[in-house]
């Protein structure tokens, strides 16, 4: 899987060119029902890039990732890894809010996901952070749950790739808040000091002995 890793089919020159290409996109049915198109934030060259999986009420309305009660969690999670927002770029698998945050729908996916391809190879960054199942769904090309890989550092088109839960999973399941927290550990230690991040090293290696049956 290529993961934007230079094909580039929209071959766009920079994200604010990207973000021109999408326009006021009606491309699906999510275009007629949204607010606004939710674009992504942080930095363009950031070395982490964080992927979730669409916006939500309060995203839909202020055109911004995970500003509700999972963006204030998100915060405290990458603190917890040594990283503020600004340090890592946000983005979902779909631009727009589907109606009653039910599952994004094959189609939707399959319009949008092209985007998110292209703000990958433009960010080109060394590690993505799938937050749930939709995200790393589209980034390993598996249909192994969340709960089965998540915390298990593995690569793909070239880049590492850290599954984890997303956020809001642990404002409906308190079990899980822990969880996220180990989780986000993992990251601190790979971009912390003396990590392969950190030290210009490159990414790490993949850590498990069965990740290729994830590909």
Not at 132 to 138: E, H, K, L, S
């Amino acid at each position: 899987m290529d993961l934007g890793a230079g094909a580039g089919s929209l071959a766009c020159t920079d994200l604010e060119a990207l973000h021109e290409h999408i326009g006021d996109c009606h491309r699906c049915p999510l275009g007629d029902t949204r607010t606004c198109l939710v674009f992504g934030v942080g930095d363009p060259d950031a070395r982490v890039m964080l992927i979730g999986e669409a916006p939500g009420r309060n995203e839909d309305l202020k055109g911004e990732p995970f500003v509700g009660a999972a963006g204030k969690l998100l915060d405290e999670l990458l603190a917890h890894a040594g990283l503020h927002r600004s340090d890592v770029y946000i983005a979902n698998v779909l631009k727009c809010r589907p109606p009653g945050n039910r599952n994004p729908a094959p189609v939707e996916i399959e319009t949008c996901t092209p985007f998110l391809s292209e703000q990958i190879r433009l960010i080109d960054p060394d590690v993505l952070v799938t937050l749930g199942n939709f995200a790393t769904r589209f980034v390993l090309r598996t249909e192994e749950p969340i709960t089965a890989i998540r915390g298990r550092v593995t690569s793909a088109g070239g880049r590492t790739v850290l599954p984890i839960y997303h956020p809001a999973a642990a404002i409906y399941d308190r079990t899980k808040r822990d969880v996220l927290f180990a989780d986000f550990e993992i990251l601190g230690s790979m971009v912390g000091t003396g990590g392969p991040l950190a030290s210009g090293a490159g990414v790490p290696p993949e850590q498990t002995a069965d990740q290729e049956t994830l590909f």
